[in-house]
């Protein structure tokens, strides 16, 4: 059974600060991993979309990296602002049905 | 705009009481999928839509039943609920595999008292 870890699970970092978000998983046969944000009491926005035949991808100040073989992604953020303050969920997509499987996710807050 | 839609957006039901929350998506996606998030437990699939004309259980799908009405429509009903299924509610769909992502709508937020 795929299993998604993301570390840490909350975050505070001052405005400026570059920041890292890890996630890992424990199945590497996977289709693609896709990164999304969550905004208090709201939906899911995806960020991020990473083939399984990709390395990165990136858009705008984000920067999402996938080693597959290692079963870890990260996402970076350049130069955060207190508007990134959200939860980061990673999620795999793999096996049959093309079930998505989530980690738990990683609450950040950017302070001014 | 194009995307996923859900209806209602809040609810609230007494134990027992039955409802169905209704999705809708508009970009041609063949496959379709309810989850539930609770606080600690992440993102959980209950039933999932290859395509139209087929619906499979996922990882919670005690006392829930589902619908896939035609290729842009997937409803998920509860026929007696229970507090237990107090959660939000997301619907989403995904582009074809093995390189398409999901879409999910803005959830419904579902408290049975």
């Known amino acids: 059974k795929q299993e998604v870890t993301q570390i840490p699970a909350a975050l505070s970092v001052p405005e400026g600060e570059n920041l890292v978000l890890n996630c890992s998983f424990t199945?590497?046969?996977?289709?693609?991993l896709q990164w999304f944000r969550q905004d208090p009491g709201k939906g899911l926005t995806s960020l991020l979309l990473i083939q399984s035949s990709q390395r990165e991808q990136t858009s705008g100040r984000l920067n999402a990296s996938l080693d597959k073989s290692s079963g870890r992604s990260t996402l970076y953020i350049a130069a955060s602002q207190p508007g990134d303050s959200a939860t980061y969920l990673c999620?795999?997509?793999?096996?049959?049905?093309?079930?998505?499987?989530f980690g738990t996710g990683t609450q950040l807050k950017v302070e001014l | 705009n194009a995307g996923v839609t859900q209806t209602p957006k809040f609810q609230v039901l007494k134990t027992g009481q039955s409802m169905t929350l209704q999705c809708a998506q508009d970009?041609?996606?063949?496959?379709m999928y309810w989850y539930r998030q609770d606080p600690g437990m992440g993102l959980r699939l209950i039933y999932y839509s290859a395509s139209e004309g087929t619906t499979d259980k996922g990882e919670v799908p005690n006392g829930y039943n589902v619908s896939r009405l035609n290729k842009r429509e997937f409803s998920l009903r509860l026929e007696s609920a229970a507090p237990s299924q107090t959660s939000v509610y997301f619907c989403?769909?995904?582009?074809?595999?093995?390189?398409?992502?999901?879409?999910f709508g803005s959830g419904t937020r579902l408290t049975v008292v």
């Open positions: 989403a769909s995904s582009a074809p595999r093995p390189g398409g992502g999901y879409t």
């Open positions: 970009m041609n996606h063949n496959s």
């Open positions: 999620a795999v997509r793999a096996g049959g049905g093309n079930k998505l499987t």
């Open positions: 199945d590497s046969a996977i289709y693609n």
